[in-house]
C-alpha cells in the first residue's frame, strides 16, 4: 500500500509526538534534526492530565502515568516559608482525571522514540521549507542530501521556527515576555520536601522531585533580556534565591554550576492567521509559544499534534488526496484553544511580575484569603485546561464541584 509522506522539522517533544501519531496513522514519516544527537537539555517537564489524555492516542499514557512521583500534598509559599495555599495532588486527579506528572525531557523523547521506526528520526540534519505545496502541488524541503518532495510537513522548529516565518514572514513572532528563566535538575536531597512553588517580589522559584528521586528546580525572575551573569548562573541563582526557604538553599548546593540552563522567556502575543498553510502546519513553540506560567507549552505542542494526526489520518493511504481541508480544520481546533492558553499564562506571569512591597502583600492577601475560604481556587484556574480530551475519544466525566 502506498503511504503518503510527512517530513517533521525539528525533533523536540511536539515534533517527535507528531511524528508518532503520524506513524501510526499509517503515514511515512522523516523526522529532520539539526542538532547533531537527541540530547535534551537538563530540565523536567511536568505532562498534565490533558497531554496524558493525548499520549493515550499513541499508547504511551499509561507508561506516563506509571511515573507520577508524588500524590500528596505542597503548594504555593512566601520566601520566607508561609503558606498561602495548598495544593492536593489527589484533588487535581479528581478534578481532572489524572494526576500531573513531572519526568525528565529525556525520558519523554525515549519514550516518544520508541513508538517511531529505526532511521525515522534523522539527526545533524537541517531541513529548510522551501515551498509549502498547495491543493495541486506537494510541499518542497531543502536538505543536504537534496530537495524534496512531501504530502505534508510539519514545522515543529521551536520559539525561533524558521518555517513560521517562512509561512507568514509579515508575523511579527514572539516577543520578550519580561523575564527570564533557570532550570536545574539535581541528584536526591537528604531531606525530604513538599513539592512548591514559590512567590517573591517579581522572582520566582518551583522544587518538584521526580520518580527517580532526582529533583527538578526552576526560577524566574523579571529582568531586562539578554542577560547573563559573569561568574556564572548558580552564583546568579545563590544571589537571587540563596536566602529562601529550604529545599532552595539545598538545591542549589547540589547543582554543578556548568548544569544550570538560563533562557529568556518569549511569547506569541499576536496570533498567526493560521496554524497551517498549503500543505505545511505549524504546531508547538513555533505556532503559540507562551509563559511558561501554567506548564503548558509542551502539553500543548502534544495535543497540537495528536489533533493534527486525527485530522489528517483519512489522508495517510492516498497520496492523490488534497490534506488543505484537514489542515484547515486543524486550525480551527487549535488556534482558539492554544491562544487562550496563552493569554492565561500571560495573566499568571503578571501576578508573579509584582515587585513593590505593598503590591506584593495584596496579592499574598488576596490568594491566602481566596484559597482558605474556596479551597478549589488554584484549581479552577485549569478548568478548560487540564480537563481537554482528544477528538474521537470519549468525553471526561464532569468535574466534580470544589
Known sequence: MEQSRAVVIGAGVGGLTA???????GWSVTVFERAAALAPLGAGIALAPNA???????????????????????GLRTPGGRRLARMDGAAVAKRFGGPVVLLHRATLVELLLSRLPEGCVR?????ELTDPGDARRLARVATADGEREADLVVGADGVHSAVRRALFPGHP??????????????????RPFEPHETWGR????GSQPMRDGRVYAYAAAFTPPGGQAPDGEKAELLRLFGHWHRPVPDIL????????????VRAMTAPLPAYHRGRTALLGDAAHAMAP?????????????????HHLSPYAADPAADPCGALAAYTRDRLPRTMDVVRRA????????????????LRNAAVATATRLAPGLLLRGFDGIADWAPPGTPARASRQPS
Open 19 to 25: 511524528a508518532a501519531a503520524l506513524h501510526r496513522s
Open 52 to 74: 496524558q489524555r493525548a499520549l493515550d492516542t499513541i499508547g504511551l499514557g499509561d507508561e506516563v502515568r506509571a511515573l507520577a512521583a508524588w500524590q500528596g500534598g505542597g
Open 123 to 127: 539527526t545533524g540534519a537541517s531541513a
Open 173 to 190: 513572532g514572539p516577543r520578550y515576555a519580561g523575564f527570564t528563566t533557570w532550570r536545574v535538575v539535581v541528584p536526591a536531597l537528604e
Open 202 to 205: 517579581g522572582r520566582l522559584w
Open 253 to 264: 548546593a547540589a547543582a554543578e554550576p556548568g548544569a544550570v540552563l538560563r533562557h529568556d
Open 293 to 309: 506560567t501554567l506548564g503548558q507549552g509542551g502539553n500543548q505542542a502534544i495535543e497540537d499534534a495528536v489533533v493534527l494526526a
Open 346 to 361: 500571560a495573566r499568571a506571569a503578571r501576578a508573579i511580575s509584582l515587585a513593590g512591597a505593598p503590591a506584593v502583600a
